[in-house]
């Protein structure tokens, strides 16, 4: 079993990677879900990652403050997020530019 599914106790699916799932809800401010994979949702239960809101994530997916596109057609978005000590939130999206694919503070971005 993929070991970073078995830390976060999920079991092991027989996907693509990248496969987009339903992701995280928005209900409570009228927002639309955002879409995820199976390795955001993996990902995500690690104590480093699991401090990340969802609506920082939405942030920078409306709003990012730079953006980059990778060789594989993956989109970059960071912005600056005032409530975890200005640091910056990089969002990594797949390249129908909807589906989050990661999310994590990025210690090296300069902006």
């Known amino acids: 079993m993929n070991r970073i599914l078995q830390m976060a106790g999920l079991q092991e699916v027989y996907t ?3 496969d ?3 992701g995280f809800q ?3 401010k009228g927002l639309s879900p955002v879409k995820t994979t199976r390795y955001f949702q993996a990902v ?3 104590a480093d990652r699991a401090m990340i809101c969802d609506e920082w994530i939405r942030r920078v997916i409306d ?3 730079r953006e980059s596109i990778q060789a594989d057609g993956r989109i970059r978005r960071w912005a600056r ?3 975890y000590g200005g640091r910056y939130l990089r969002v990594v999206l797949l390249s129908d530019g909807v589906t989050v694919h990661n999310a994590f503070f990025d210690r090296g971005f300069r902006p």
Do not use: C, T
């Open 16 to 18: 693509w990677p990248g």
């Open 20 to 22: 987009p799932v339903e």
């Open 26 to 28: 928005h209900a409570e």
């Open 44 to 46: 995500r239960a690690r």
């Open 63 to 65: 709003r990012p403050e």
């Open 81 to 83: 997020i005032a409530e």
